[in-house]
């Protein structure tokens, strides 16, 4: 077997691999005698066709098979002995020649490679990046406060419309009429609730139902009839009001903070306060250490620049899909694409440089304050250690997951190794502000 490499034009390789009689005459046979050994045809017994008849048979196609396994093996083997290191994967060669497999023993296979760039990174503190800060407000104090209690609430009934109240009322077109009609105002903006405000229980207004539940499923549900009927249903509908409900918060007593904080960790109003300020403190800081994430994601990768093989890539992309995407739909999504082969390798190479490795046990870790902020957003906030170490395990047992969480901490680990050796600014903002920058660092 013989390997030859040729560098081409936008860092790709072309390998050939020129394999013969003498590589893969020894496997042939055995494939051969085993295609004898199962062979069914008629005239002759299991395992007794004739090797002739296998031979003008098979040979051919066992041999190119073998060949080109061959051949691709000793493709991957010589790039792993060789130390070239290669993106996306290896292709078969536009430059590739017909095969004779019935007069030829020797059978050339080319091959092309995406060579990957070197990646040099120096870093001092001449590099500048900015850490952002959102400072806890009233507002998000409130905010918080209001839907963290929300959760243990109840509807109590009032006599007037204000603003985000439930109705129950009778609904009417005079071909349906529905008796316990439900309008919740809470999930309608100012514009759609005005018609609402400040009516009272017996009052009547004309409602369009196609506003008021724009799910056809939902609608029909409410009217008590089958999707496939709506288009027949007159929207418009008269809208008796029979009962005005509102939110209030639960009394904070000692039973609502043993039934919210089991483990007593918050036992009166000013533990509540002190436990909103962490929770809001704890979104804030995940919001900004996401961009500061982002900004150094983004400064490595434009520190590095690192040079890519992307004709190779784009060939490559279409040929994996198998035809899925057409390559408008490639370069449409080149770039983003692009952005993220480059942090690969820039998150590799600093990986190595920093000596940089996710344990196992880190990944669990991880995966239990997933789970537990998941369940914060159904208002559990006191999760005992089994159950999320139970809920962790699930998670690591889906592969794409699994994946980003290992991603994640690797990143982390990248800017927590990176940030000392910079000069990093912090800098206040407002929520407003945050947002704004992040969207043009993401453009």
């Known amino acids: 077997m013989n390997i030859t490499r040729e560098n081409r034009e936008g ?10 009689e003498s590589d893969y005459n020894e496997a042939v046979e055995k494939k051969l005698r085993e295609y004898r050994r199962k062979a069914n045809m008629p005239g002759f017994r299991p395992g007794m066709v004739p090797m002739s008849i296998i031979n003008k048979t098979y040979r051919k196609s066992a041999i190119a098979e073998t060949a080109y396994k061959m051949a691709s093996d000793a493709v991957f083997e010589y790039l792993d002995k060789e130390k070239i290191d290669y993106v996306g994967d290896v292709l078969p060669s536009d430059e590739q020649g017909a095969f004779d497999f019935d007069n ?3 059978h050339e296979f080319v091959f092309e490679v995406g060579l990957a760039p070197e990646i040099d ?3 001092s503190e001449k590099d500048k990046l900015t850490k952002y800060k959102i400072k806890v407000s009233d507002e998000m104090r409130e905010g ?3 839907n963290f209690l ?3 609430g109840r509807l109590v009934d009032v006599d007037e419309v204000a603003a985000d109240e439930a109705l129950t009322g009778i609904l009417d077109n005079g071909e349906i009429k529905v008796e316990e009609g439900y309008v919740g105002l809470i999930s309608m903006n100012d514009e759609q609730r005005k018609p609402f405000i400040g009516k009272k229980v017996g009052d009547e207004l004309t409602v369009n139902v196609n506003e008021l539940y724009p799910s056809a499923s939902q609608r029909a549900s409410v009217l008590g009839v089958k999707e496939k009927e709506l288009e027949a249903v007159n929207p418009e509908f008269k809208f008796t009001i029979k009962q005005i409900r509102k939110f209030a918060e639960p009394e904070l007593n000692e039973e609502f903070f043993k039934m919210v904080f089991p483990d007593g960790s918050v036992k009166d109003e000013k533990g509540l306060e002190k ?3 962490e929770q809001v403190a704890a979104d804030l800081a995940r919001e900004t250490d996401y961009v500061f994430t982002t900004e150094v994601r983004n400064f490595l990768i434009e520190k590095a620049n690192p040079s890519m093989p992307e004709e190779f890539l784009k060939k490559w992309l279409y040929t994996i899909n198998e035809g899925k995407f057409s390559m408008e739909d490639i370069e449409r999504e080149f770039p983003a694409f692009l952005r993220m082969m480059k942090w690969n390798l820039v998150q590799k190479k600093l990986a190595d440089r920093f000596g940089i490795k996710v344990e196992q046990d880190e990944m669990l870790e991880e995966a239990k304050a997933y789970a537990a902020a998941q369940f914060a ?3 559990m906030a006191n999760v005992g250690d089994e159950t999320l170490t139970k809920y962790a395990h699930s998670i690591l047992g889906n592969k794409e997951e699994a994946n980003k969480i ?3 901490l690797y990143e982390k680990k990248i800017v927590d190794a990176v940030t000392p050796l910079v000069k990093v600014s912090n800098k206040s903002v407002t929520p407003e502000e945050l947002g704004k920058i992040f969207e043009a660092m993401t453009k």
């Not at 860092?11 to 013969?20: L, R």
């Open 11 to 20: 860092q790709v390789s072309v390998i050939k691999v020129t394999v013969g």
């Open 121 to 123: 990174i120096e870093l």
């Open 275 to 277: 436990y909103i300020d």
């Open 104 to 106: 030829n023993t020797e």
């Open 406 to 408: 290992l991603d994640r």
């Open 150 to 152: 929300r959760r243990y």
């Open 144 to 146: 918080y406060r209001t």
């Open 377 to 379: 957003q159904y208002g």
